[in-house]
Protein backbone atom coordinates (compact mmCIF):
# COMPACT_ATOMS: atom_id res chain seq x y z
CA UNK A 1 0.00 0.00 0.00
CA UNK A 2 1.07 3.59 -0.98
CA UNK A 3 -0.22 7.01 -0.92
CA UNK A 4 -0.08 9.15 -3.94
CA UNK A 5 -1.53 12.57 -4.00
CA UNK A 6 -4.63 13.03 -7.16
CA UNK A 7 -5.12 16.26 -7.84
CA UNK A 8 -8.66 17.23 -8.93
CA UNK A 9 -8.94 16.52 -12.70
CA UNK A 10 -10.97 14.83 -15.34
CA UNK A 11 -12.73 11.49 -13.32
CA UNK A 12 -12.38 13.18 -9.96
CA UNK A 13 -15.87 13.07 -9.12
CA UNK A 14 -17.19 14.27 -5.63
CA UNK A 15 -20.25 15.44 -3.97
CA UNK A 16 -20.96 17.43 -0.88
CA UNK A 17 -22.91 15.22 2.38
CA UNK A 18 -25.06 17.41 4.24
CA UNK A 19 -25.03 16.66 8.06
CA UNK A 20 -26.21 16.36 11.52
CA UNK A 21 -23.47 18.62 13.07
CA UNK A 22 -20.06 19.74 12.23
CA UNK A 23 -21.34 22.24 9.53
CA UNK A 24 -18.36 24.22 9.81
CA UNK A 25 -16.22 22.58 7.45
CA UNK A 26 -17.96 20.59 4.26
CA UNK A 27 -17.45 16.96 3.52
CA UNK A 28 -17.63 15.36 0.50
CA UNK A 29 -17.46 11.70 -0.68
CA UNK A 30 -14.85 11.25 -3.38
CA UNK A 31 -14.93 8.81 -6.55
CA UNK A 32 -12.13 8.61 -9.20
CA UNK A 33 -12.63 7.05 -12.34
CA UNK A 34 -10.01 5.97 -14.52
CA UNK A 35 -7.53 8.95 -12.80
CA UNK A 36 -3.93 8.72 -14.19
CA UNK A 37 -1.57 10.42 -11.69
CA UNK A 38 2.61 10.16 -12.34
CA UNK A 39 4.67 8.25 -9.92
CA UNK A 40 6.39 11.35 -8.84
CA UNK A 41 3.24 12.35 -6.98
CA UNK A 42 3.67 9.28 -4.82
CA UNK A 43 4.26 10.71 -1.11
CA UNK A 44 7.76 9.90 0.44
CA UNK A 45 9.39 8.34 -2.44
CA UNK A 46 9.09 4.89 -1.41
CA UNK A 47 7.09 2.52 -2.44
CA UNK A 48 4.95 0.47 0.25
CA UNK A 49 4.94 2.41 3.35
CA UNK A 50 1.60 3.79 2.96
CA UNK A 51 0.07 1.92 5.76
CA UNK A 52 2.72 3.05 8.14
CA UNK A 53 1.99 6.94 7.15
CA UNK A 54 -1.30 6.13 7.53
CA UNK A 55 -1.48 4.49 10.85
CA UNK A 56 1.00 7.23 12.22
CA UNK A 57 -1.47 10.36 10.79
CA UNK A 58 -4.25 8.61 12.67
CA UNK A 59 -2.10 7.97 16.26
CA UNK A 60 -1.85 12.13 16.05
CA UNK A 61 -5.25 12.42 14.40
CA UNK A 62 -6.76 10.42 17.47
CA UNK A 63 -5.03 12.48 20.15
CA UNK A 64 -6.84 15.69 17.94
CA UNK A 65 -10.36 14.44 18.04
CA UNK A 66 -9.84 13.67 22.06
CA UNK A 67 -8.25 17.52 22.61
CA UNK A 68 -11.56 18.26 20.42
CA UNK A 69 -14.29 16.09 22.93
CA UNK A 70 -12.44 17.85 25.64
CA UNK A 71 -13.62 21.09 24.48
CA UNK A 72 -16.98 20.55 23.90
CA UNK A 73 -17.17 18.39 26.95
CA UNK A 74 -15.71 21.61 28.68
CA UNK A 75 -17.87 24.40 26.90
CA UNK A 76 -20.58 21.91 27.75
CA UNK A 77 -20.07 21.92 31.77
CA UNK A 78 -19.14 26.04 31.56
CA UNK A 79 -22.78 26.81 29.62
CA UNK A 80 -24.37 24.65 32.21
CA UNK A 81 -22.60 26.22 35.18
CA UNK A 82 -23.45 29.65 33.91
CA UNK A 83 -27.58 28.64 33.02
CA UNK A 84 -27.78 26.98 36.64
CA UNK A 85 -26.59 29.86 38.21
CA UNK A 86 -28.97 32.53 36.48
CA UNK A 87 -31.84 30.10 36.21
CA UNK A 88 -34.46 30.14 39.36
CA UNK A 89 -37.47 27.59 39.93
CA UNK A 90 -39.23 27.41 42.96
CA UNK A 91 -37.51 30.09 44.32
CA UNK A 92 -33.54 29.97 44.17
CA UNK A 93 -30.89 28.71 41.12
CA UNK A 94 -31.77 25.43 39.46
CA UNK A 95 -27.13 25.25 41.33
CA UNK A 96 -28.74 24.76 44.28
CA UNK A 97 -31.03 21.77 43.53
CA UNK A 98 -29.51 18.62 44.35
CA UNK A 99 -30.18 16.66 41.63
CA UNK A 100 -28.58 19.54 39.19
CA UNK A 101 -25.35 19.41 41.46
CA UNK A 102 -25.10 15.99 40.67
CA UNK A 103 -24.86 16.55 37.10
CA UNK A 104 -22.47 19.27 37.01
CA UNK A 105 -20.23 17.22 39.66
CA UNK A 106 -20.21 13.78 36.66
CA UNK A 107 -19.40 16.48 34.05
CA UNK A 108 -16.84 17.93 35.69
CA UNK A 109 -14.98 14.88 36.78
CA UNK A 110 -15.47 13.42 33.19
CA UNK A 111 -13.76 16.43 32.09
CA UNK A 112 -10.92 16.69 34.23
CA UNK A 113 -10.67 12.44 33.77
CA UNK A 114 -10.43 13.38 29.76
CA UNK A 115 -8.40 16.49 29.78
CA UNK A 116 -5.70 14.11 31.57
CA UNK A 117 -5.97 11.19 29.42
CA UNK A 118 -5.78 13.48 26.32
CA UNK A 119 -2.51 15.18 28.15
CA UNK A 120 -0.87 11.84 28.89
CA UNK A 121 -1.36 10.71 24.82
CA UNK A 122 -0.13 14.01 23.40
CA UNK A 123 2.98 13.83 26.04
CA UNK A 124 3.41 9.83 24.92
CA UNK A 125 3.08 11.29 20.89
CA UNK A 126 5.74 13.98 21.77
CA UNK A 127 8.50 11.17 23.14
CA UNK A 128 8.36 9.84 19.96
CA UNK A 129 7.31 6.04 21.07
CA UNK A 130 4.10 4.41 19.72
CA UNK A 131 1.06 5.60 21.71
CA UNK A 132 -1.83 4.25 20.18
CA UNK A 133 -2.81 2.54 23.50
CA UNK A 134 -2.61 6.08 25.34
CA UNK A 135 -4.10 7.51 21.62
CA UNK A 136 -6.98 5.17 21.68
CA UNK A 137 -7.67 5.86 25.68
CA UNK A 138 -7.98 9.23 25.32
CA UNK A 139 -9.97 9.24 22.21
CA UNK A 140 -12.95 6.70 23.69
CA UNK A 141 -13.25 8.65 26.76
CA UNK A 142 -12.72 12.45 25.87
CA UNK A 143 -15.44 11.95 22.90
CA UNK A 144 -17.82 9.48 25.09
CA UNK A 145 -18.06 12.61 27.83
CA UNK A 146 -18.34 15.02 25.06
CA UNK A 147 -21.74 13.30 24.05
CA UNK A 148 -22.53 12.45 28.04
CA UNK A 149 -21.62 16.38 29.06
CA UNK A 150 -23.61 17.56 26.19
CA UNK A 151 -26.67 15.57 26.84
CA UNK A 152 -26.19 16.21 30.34
CA UNK A 153 -26.33 19.89 29.45
CA UNK A 154 -29.18 20.04 27.41
CA UNK A 155 -30.78 18.70 30.36
CA UNK A 156 -30.29 21.34 32.80
CA UNK A 157 -30.92 24.26 29.86
CA UNK A 158 -34.03 22.54 29.84
CA UNK A 159 -36.13 23.54 26.42
CA UNK A 160 -33.76 26.60 25.68
CA UNK A 161 -31.09 23.54 25.38
CA UNK A 162 -33.41 22.11 22.28
CA UNK A 163 -33.03 25.20 20.78
CA UNK A 164 -30.32 27.52 18.90
CA UNK A 165 -31.06 30.26 21.13
CA UNK A 166 -28.28 28.75 23.37
CA UNK A 167 -25.12 27.13 21.89
CA UNK A 168 -26.21 23.89 24.06
CA UNK A 169 -28.13 22.07 20.93
CA UNK A 170 -24.66 22.54 18.42
CA UNK A 171 -22.57 20.86 21.24
CA UNK A 172 -25.20 18.13 20.83
CA UNK A 173 -24.89 17.90 17.24
CA UNK A 174 -20.90 17.78 16.74
CA UNK A 175 -20.59 15.47 19.83
CA UNK A 176 -21.54 12.30 18.06
CA UNK A 177 -18.90 12.61 15.04
CA UNK A 178 -16.17 12.55 17.91
CA UNK A 179 -17.46 8.91 18.38
CA UNK A 180 -17.07 8.02 14.73
CA UNK A 181 -14.46 10.02 13.18
CA UNK A 182 -10.54 8.60 12.93
CA UNK A 183 -11.88 4.77 13.84
CA UNK A 184 -15.38 4.40 15.83
CA UNK A 185 -15.35 4.37 19.49
CA UNK A 186 -15.93 0.78 18.90
CA UNK A 187 -12.78 0.10 17.04
CA UNK A 188 -10.96 1.86 20.00
CA UNK A 189 -12.16 -0.91 22.74
CA UNK A 190 -10.62 -3.61 19.93
CA UNK A 191 -7.01 -1.22 19.57
CA UNK A 192 -7.05 -1.06 23.71
CA UNK A 193 -7.87 -4.55 23.89
CA UNK A 194 -5.10 -5.80 21.36
CA UNK A 195 -2.15 -3.58 22.68
CA UNK A 196 -3.61 -5.03 26.17
CA UNK A 197 -2.90 -9.12 25.26
CA UNK A 198 -0.29 -8.47 22.47
CA UNK A 199 2.85 -10.25 23.16
CA UNK A 200 5.44 -7.74 22.12
C1 LIG B 1 -18.62 14.42 9.12
C2 LIG B 1 -17.64 13.35 8.75
C3 LIG B 1 -16.37 13.70 8.35
C4 LIG B 1 -15.44 12.73 7.98
N1 LIG B 1 -14.23 13.12 7.57
C5 LIG B 1 -13.35 12.20 7.12
C6 LIG B 1 -12.09 12.58 6.61
O1 LIG B 1 -11.75 13.77 6.57
N2 LIG B 1 -11.24 11.62 6.14
C7 LIG B 1 -11.59 10.31 6.16
O2 LIG B 1 -10.80 9.47 5.72
N3 LIG B 1 -12.77 9.91 6.68
C8 LIG B 1 -13.66 10.82 7.14
N4 LIG B 1 -14.88 10.40 7.65
C9 LIG B 1 -15.17 8.98 7.66
C10 LIG B 1 -15.07 8.39 9.07
O3 LIG B 1 -13.73 8.27 9.47
C11 LIG B 1 -15.81 7.03 9.04
O4 LIG B 1 -17.18 7.30 8.85
C12 LIG B 1 -15.57 6.28 10.34
O5 LIG B 1 -14.23 5.86 10.48
C13 LIG B 1 -16.46 5.02 10.43
O6 LIG B 1 -16.33 4.24 9.26
P1 LIG B 1 -17.63 3.82 8.46
O7 LIG B 1 -18.50 5.02 8.27
O8 LIG B 1 -17.18 3.08 7.27
O9 LIG B 1 -18.41 2.87 9.46
P2 LIG B 1 -18.33 1.29 9.49
O10 LIG B 1 -16.91 0.83 9.50
O11 LIG B 1 -19.25 0.75 8.44
O12 LIG B 1 -18.94 1.00 10.93
C14 LIG B 1 -20.34 0.77 11.18
C15 LIG B 1 -20.48 0.16 12.57
O13 LIG B 1 -19.84 -1.13 12.62
C16 LIG B 1 -18.86 -1.15 13.64
N5 LIG B 1 -17.71 -1.95 13.21
C17 LIG B 1 -17.07 -1.88 12.01
N6 LIG B 1 -16.05 -2.76 11.96
C18 LIG B 1 -16.04 -3.41 13.16
C19 LIG B 1 -15.23 -4.42 13.72
N7 LIG B 1 -14.19 -4.96 13.08
N8 LIG B 1 -15.52 -4.85 14.96
C20 LIG B 1 -16.55 -4.30 15.65
N9 LIG B 1 -17.35 -3.33 15.17
C21 LIG B 1 -17.11 -2.89 13.95
C22 LIG B 1 -18.48 0.30 13.85
O14 LIG B 1 -17.95 0.52 15.16
C23 LIG B 1 -19.82 1.00 13.68
O15 LIG B 1 -20.56 0.88 14.86
C24 LIG B 1 -15.80 11.36 8.03
C25 LIG B 1 -17.09 10.99 8.47
C26 LIG B 1 -17.99 11.98 8.81
C27 LIG B 1 -19.38 11.54 9.28
Known amino acids: MSLILVEKK ?59 GVGVARASLEDSIEYAKIRKTFGKPISEHQAIQIKLAEMATKLEASRLLTEQAAKAYDSGNRSDLQAGMAKLFATETALFNSTEAMRIHGGFGYSPEYNIERYYRDAPL ?7 NELQKLIIAKQLVSED
Not at 13 to 23: A, D, F, Q
Not at 39 to 56: D, F, H, P, R, W
Not at 178 to 184: M, V, Y
Open 178 to 184: LAIGEGT
Open 10 to 68: DGFVSRKLKKLGYRGIDTGEVQLENVKVPTSNLIGEIEGKGLKQILAGLELGRINVAAR
